[in-house]
């Protein structure tokens, strides 16, 4: 039987960036998929040995927008290492009430963009709505919408006061309800179910080989969260990894629709739990001559940084691996066998981010 190339991307509904996949067919079989990346590549890598170690932080917020506290977060838990910094634990608490608040609004925009795919344009704008109300919690705590630069090296730029914390508590609450009200259609809905259901299907020994993360390795029945680590506050929060057994895209949809009712307990959590104290503590001189791992769960799961210092204001080295670069290849193991009507839906629940992945 004779193959067909058909060119998925980097242009389509469906991709919020660009991404360029080579599927080989036969008839409406996938056989094969080849990526090809690179249409976004700006070398922040490179940008950040020209900076100083402080000015960083802002440059890795640049990696990506939707997961920029993540970023900056274990940038600075990194530094902090190395430089042996105790932050506060006031600062650890406000760390993880602005970085739950983040996974919130990436997972409902990633439930809205899925909404948009089947052509749900109302419960789209309902999903997104919400959303917004995240968006301006963002913009009255920190003073942006998307990124915020709410973390500093030894702790929070920014303090969180009574006031707006009662305000948070109030939204989180009406984002819960809300969402109650349309998971139904994301859950039970007989069209949804018939394009989710089977489809995709990536096995708990294929994630465990080809070292899926986040929600997609959880999906896979992999109760592998970073949070579980205890960095920042996490080691003070109840909770457990939001699972599913059948690897498939509607277990992905599982996982990530509840994965925004546990970050909205965890930020009451942390809420209730927030001790007094100073947000910031004093940084002074460079870190000194040595390395550090610093690894975040971010909404699409684990970000790992390598800093290499020389004990100047300059790092020699900084490298990171972004969640979506370690999912690609279970994206392309997913892929054949699948029909060609599968390919929009089986890609956008990976959730990618090719701004994180090619950097």
């Known amino acids: 039987m004779s193959s067909t190339v058909i060119p998925f991307g ?15 067919m036969e008839d409406e079989k996938i056989v094969d998929a080849v990526p090809a990346i690179g249409y976004v590549h700006r070398g922040l890598e490179k940008l950040t040995e020209t900076k100083e170690f402080t000015q960083n932080v802002f440059v890795v917020e640049r990696v990506c927008g939707i997961c920029s506290v993540m970023h900056a977060m274990a940038y600075c838990q990194g530094i902090e290492e190395l430089m042996n910094i105790e932050i506060s634990d006031r600062a650890k608490f406000l760390r993880v009430i602005w970085a739950e608040l983040h996974r919130i609004h990436s997972h409902l925009l990633w439930l809205g963009l899925l909404a948009d795919a089947f052509g749900f344009e109302s419960l789209f704008m309902q999903v997104w709505r919400d959303r917004e109300k995240v968006m301006d919690i963002m913009e009255e705590t920190a003073g942006a919408r998307v990124v915020i630069s ?25 984002i819960k309800h809300d969402l109650e009200q349309v998971e139904a259609v994301f859950l039970n809905n007989y069209t949804v179910k018939h394009r989710l259901v089977g489809r995709g299907v990536l096995s708990k020994a294929d994630a465990i080989e080809l070292c899926a993360v986040g929600p997609m390795a959880r999906a896979s029945g992999i109760p592998m969260d970073l ?7 996490y080691g003070q929060l109840d909770f457990e990894p939001v699972t599913h057994n059948d690897g498939d895209n509607y277990a992905r949809t599982y996982v990530r629709l509840h994965e925004v009712y546990q970050s909205i307990d965890l930020i009451k959590q942390a809420i209730a739990k927030i001790p007094e104290g100073e947000h910031v503590v004093p940084v002074k001189g460079n870190p000194p001559k040595g390395e550090v791992i610093s690894r975040v769960e971010q909404p699409r799961g684990e970000v790992l940084y390598y800093l290499r210092s020389n004990g100047t204001k300059n790092l020699e080295r900084l490298r990171l691996r972004t969640p979506t670069f370690q999912n690609i290849p279970s994206l392309l193991k997913m892929l054949p066998g699948s029909e060609l009507a599968d390919v929009p839906m089986l890609i956008l629940t990976i959730d990618p981010c090719i701004s994180c992945t090619e950097r």
């Open 150 to 174: 709410a973390n500093t090296i030894g702790g929070t730029r920014r303090d969180l006061n009574k006031e707006q914390m009662d305000k948070i508590l109030v939204v989180v609450d009406e």
């Open 227 to 233: 949070r579980t680590t205890g960095y920042a506050a």
């Open 10 to 24: 980097p242009q389509h509904p469906v991709l919020p960036e660009p991404l360029h996949i080579k599927l080989i």
